[in-house]
């Protein structure tokens, strides 16, 4: 490290060479790396790629060596080199399945939207209680409209296809939350409502969310539908309160209200109150 950033490169080379011909190191293969990496330093780029690619084509079908070879070319900021690493090392392991999470997360940095997505696919197709932990991660990438259009299309495709599944609705829904495009996220709540016959779970919690972010008319046309399904719907009183809610936040926030929406308002609560009682507010 000392001798790179004085930048005598041959002297590193020279110390880089002696280290990679003990090979009986567990290093040996960061100190191959380093020695690439100190080529590519000293513009010679061929002999640095010669030797990142002999590294790669001799890895062993090892996890421990594939990970310690893929973080050291991390160290670098060799990242297309480690995606190599790991993608030979599921070949050699014949498990596609294998690094998963360590490639989405290399896409990710790459900008390789299409295939960090396919990763993340495939991780919640083994286990989709694993969304929440997903999700994390590609909170921040698909606020990239690139990425959100790829997320997106893939979604929409994996729900036609698997229409018995509400996962990817699911996942469209908090897709849609992510950018903030709630009337997309209405329509497909919507749909997926009726399709499995929900009576307005979802919806309810999209018009909550909704109405935080202050678009109260959407957030009443939300809890307005839920209600138009009848008052046998499981969600029906958690929408009559949402509507009162919403006016009762029109009034408190701001001074555009009168004598008239005040007294209106306390009748429509008095009136919920001698229908449903306190029990019904609770469960609000």
Not at 90 to 107: G, H, I, P, T, V
Not at 201 to 213: G, S
Request: hydrophobic share 35%; charged share 30%; with cysteine.
């Amino acid at each position: 490290s000392c001798l790179v950033n004085l930048k005598e490169y041959e002297t590193a080379e020279k110390d880089l060479k002696k280290l990679t011909k003990k090979r009986k190191s567990p290093n040996v293969l960061k100190f191959e790396i380093d020695l690439g990496y100190v080529y590519g330093l000293d513009g010679k780029d061929a002999q640095k790629e010669s030797e990142y690619t002999r590294i790669i084509d001799g890895l062993k079908a090892d996890t421990e060596q594939i990970n310690a070879t893929a973080a050291a070319f991390e160290r670098r900021d060799m990242k297309l080199y480690a995606i190599k690493t790991f993608e030979k090392g599921q070949k050699l392991l014949k498990d596609d399945n294998a690094f998963s999470m360590e490639l989405a997360e290399l896409y990710n940095q790459t900008q390789d939207y299409q295939k960090m997505f396919e990763k993340y696919m495939l991780i919640l197709d083994q286990n989709p209680y694993a969304f929440d932990m997903v999700k994390n991660y590609m909170q921040d990438a698909v606020m990239n409209d690139d990425a959100y259009n790829i997320l997106r299309k893939m979604l929409l495709k994996r729900e036609q296809a698997r229409p018995e599944s509400m996962f990817y609705s699911e996942m469209l829904i908090w897709l849609f939350e992510q950018r903030k495009d709630f009337y997309s996220a209405y329509v497909q709540a919507k749909a997926m409502d009726k399709r499995y016959h929900e009576g307005g779970r979802q919806l309810v919690e999209l018009a909550k969310l909704v109405a935080e972010y202050r678009d109260f008319d959407l957030a009443g046309k939300i809890y307005s539908y839920v209600i138009d399904q009848g008052s046998e719907s499981p969600y029906y009183i958690i929408a009559r309160q949402g509507l009162l809610d919403i006016s009762y936040t029109k009034i408190t926030d701001g001074a555009a209200y009168s004598d008239t929406d005040v007294n209106t308002l306390v009748n429509e609560y008095g009136d919920f109150l001698k229908t449903y009682g306190i029990t019904g507010r609770e469960n609000g």
